[in-house]
C-alpha cells in the first residue's frame, strides 16, 4: 500500500486528482490533503510516514517551496501546476516529473510509472545525488542563457528597438504586454504572455511582482509595507508606484536581500 500527501488547494484539482489516483493504483492511502503553505509546513514537520507527495506550486498563502526549502524530505514529488517556470525549482525539491495542468490521465499514468520503477532503485544518499546534478544542470543552462539586451518594437510603418536597460516595468493587460520606459512612455511589446517575455529577461534583474507587472531592480527606489502579506514599490524617483501580491512578496524580500 502507498501512503500518499496531496498539497492542493482547489478541490476540483483534488477531485481529479484522486480520481487518477484510483485508476493507477489498486492500494493506497492518502494521509493527508493540504491546502495552504501553513498547513503544509506544519504537517511535514510532524511525519513523514509516506511514500509520495502530489503537490501544486502556487497555494493561497503562499509558494510551497517556501516549505520544501526548509523541509529536509526523504520522498519524492510529483508536481501539478497550472505554471511552467518552476520546472529547475522542482526538480531540485525532489521532484520526479513536473505535470501542467490541464493534465491527461494519460500524463498522469507516465508520473506514476516513473515512481513506480523508482521504489527500491533510490541510492541512500539520493537527496544529496538530486542536489548534485541539478546544481550542475542549472551552471550549464545559466551559462548557455543569453538574454535581450533590446526589444523590436513593431509599428505600422517602422520597427524601433527599445533598450531592455531602460525598462522600469512590463505590464499585463487583456493578453497584452506594455513596457514603460524612464520617461514613462508606454511600447506594446512582441510578446503576448509573461511566460514568454521572461526567458529573455535576467532573473537577476527583473523580478515579476504579481501576476500581472514585473519591475526592474535598478529602478526600485523603497518598498513600504501596505499590510501584513505585501508591499507597495516605488519605481523610477518615486513616480510610478506598484504592489506585490501576497504570494510574491517574500520571495520579493529575498530577491532583493532583505
Known amino acids: 500500500m502507498y501512503k500518499i500527501v496531496i498539497i492542493e488547494d482547489e478541490a476540483p484539482a483534488r477531485k481529479k486528482l484522486k480520481r487518477f489516483i484510483k485508476q493507477a493504483c489498486a492500494s493506497y492511502e492518502i494521509v493527508a490533503e493540504l491546502e495552504t503553505v501553513t498547513d503544509a509546513r506544519a504537517f511535514l514537520a510532524q511525519t513523514q510516514d509516506f511514500d509520495i507527495i502530489f503537490s501544486d506550486i502556487e497555494l493561497r498563502d503562499g509558494s510551497v517551496f517556501n516549505v520544501y526549502d526548509k523541509v529536509s524530505l526523504h520522498c519524492p514529488i510529483i508536481f501539478a501546476t497550472a505554471y511552467n517556470e518552476f520546472l529547475m525549482n522542482a526538480f531540485e525539491a525532489n521532484g520526479i516529473a513536473y505535470l501542467l495542468k490541464p493534465y491527461s490521465f494519460e500524463q498522469f499514468s507516465k508520473a506514476w510509472d516513473k515512481f513506480i520503477r523508482l521504489q527500491g532503485k533510490?541510492?541512500?544518499n539520493y537527496n544529496e545525488l538530486i542536489g548534485s546534478i541539478n546544481n550542475l544542470l542549472k551552471e550549464r543552462q545559466?551559462?548557455?542563457?543569453?538574454?535581450?539586451?533590446q526589444f523590436a518594437i513593431k509599428l505600422n510603418k517602422e520597427i524601433y528597438f527599445?533598450?531592455?536597460?531602460?525598462?522600469?516595468y512590463l505590464q499585463s493587460d487583456?493578453?497584452?504586454?506594455?513596457?514603460?520606459?524612464?520617461?514613462?512612455?508606454?511600447h506594446i511589446m512582441p510578446q503576448t504572455v509573461f511566460k514568454e517575455i521572461e526567458l529573455f529577461l535576467d532573473p537577476k534583474e527583473?523580478?515579476?511582482?504579481?501576476?500581472?507587472?514585473?519591475?526592474?531592480?535598478?529602478?526600485?527606489?523603497?518598498?513600504?509595507?501596505?499590510?501584513?502579506n505585501t508591499v507597495t514599490v516605488f519605481l523610477n524617483s518615486e513616480s510610478k508606484v506598484l504592489k506585490t501580491s501576497q504570494n510574491k512578496t517574500g520571495d520579493?524580500?529575498?530577491?532583493?536581500?532583505?
Open 206 to 228: 527583473f523580478f515579476r511582482i504579481n501576476r500581472s507587472e514585473i519591475v526592474q531592480r535598478k529602478f526600485i527606489d523603497k518598498i513600504e509595507r501596505y499590510n501584513k
Open 162 to 168: 527599445l533598450k531592455v536597460v531602460d525598462m522600469v
Open 142 to 149: 545559466e551559462s548557455n542563457v543569453e538574454y535581450k539586451t
Open 174 to 186: 487583456n493578453g497584452v504586454i506594455f513596457a514603460f520606459d524612464q520617461m514613462n512612455k508606454r
Open 252 to 258: 520579493f524580500n529575498s530577491w532583493l536581500g532583505i
Open 122 to 124: 533510490l541510492p541512500a
